[in-house]
């Protein structure tokens, strides 16, 4: 069985930096490719960023070019580093297998950019 665990968030301000992470318990890691998902208040929970096991990344329009996953299959660890924070991107972020396939969801990390 797979679980994760996020860490990393915080408050920052417009245009600030923070690097998630995720470890992942489970031997299944480096099978699957991995996701990183966010939720803000009020809204569905929506995909971010993802990275093939080989390590090819894909990011959705409203963070490209602002944000870089990465991971360490030896460690189990995913990495999602932002920069250049907007107010928009205030949300509680979550780590996933891409797709799903059903694993249960971590308790997040919350991010909060703010003045």
């Known amino acids: 069985q797979v679980q994760f665990v996020e860490s990393g968030g915080g408050l920052v301000q417009p245009g600030g930096s923070l690097r998630l992470s995720c470890a992942a318990s489970?031997?299944?890691?480096?099978?699957?490719?991995m996701g990183w998902y966010r939720q803000a208040p009020g809204k569905q929970r929506e995909w971010v960023a993802s990275i093939t096991r080989g390590g090819t990344p894909t990011y959705a329009d409203s963070v490209k070019g602002r944000f870089t996953i990465s991971r360490d299959n030896g460690k189990n660890s995913m990495y999602l580093q932002m920069n250049s924070l907007k107010p928009e991107d205030t949300a509680v972020y979550y780590c996933?297998?891409?797709?799903?396939?059903?694993?249960?969801w971590g308790q997040g990390t919350q991010v909060t950019v703010s003045s």
């Open positions: 489970g031997s299944i890691f480096s099978i699957y490719a």
């Open positions: 996933n297998l891409r797709p799903v396939l059903g694993v249960a």
